[in-house]
């Protein structure tokens, strides 16, 4: 079993920065996917970026150029630094974490980009 908990969320303006973290706990072994997903309401969660084995990632295109992720060696955490908000951005911000196959997930984070 893995654990997530993410923190960073929060209000910001429009063209600010926000960098979320997320730890994880557990039985860590075996990790080979940690990143992000975002879900607003009533619309399907969607995948913002990822941080895979040998140090490849992976980014959705609304967010390339803006949106950067990182992941400790060890996989114990991942973070994503936001910067040029906006306010399509807003979300309730999910990590995730791959294990054999098994998929773990955070509780969310509320990211809200208003002026």
């Known amino acids: 079993q893995v654990q997530l908990v993410e923190s960073g969320g929060g209000l910001v303006q429009p063209g600010g920065s926000l960098r979320l973290s997320c730890e994880a706990s557990?039985?860590?072994?075996?990790?080979?996917?940690m990143g992000w997903y975002r879900q607003v309401p009533g619309k399907q969660r969607e995948v913002v970026a990822g941080?895979?084995?040998?140090?490849?990632?992976n980014y959705a295109d609304f967010v390339k150029g803006r949106f950067t992720i990182s992941r400790d060696d060890r996989w114990r955490s991942v973070a994503l630094w936001m910067t040029d908000l906006k306010p399509e951005d807003t979300a309730v911000y999910y990590c995730?974490?791959?294990?054999?196959?098994?998929?773990?997930w955070g509780k969310g984070t509320l990211v809200t980009v208003s002026s």
């Open positions: 995730y974490a791959r294990q054999y196959g098994m998929s773990y």
């Open positions: 557990g039985n860590l072994v075996g990790l080979n996917a």
């Open positions: 941080s895979l084995e040998h140090g490849l990632t």
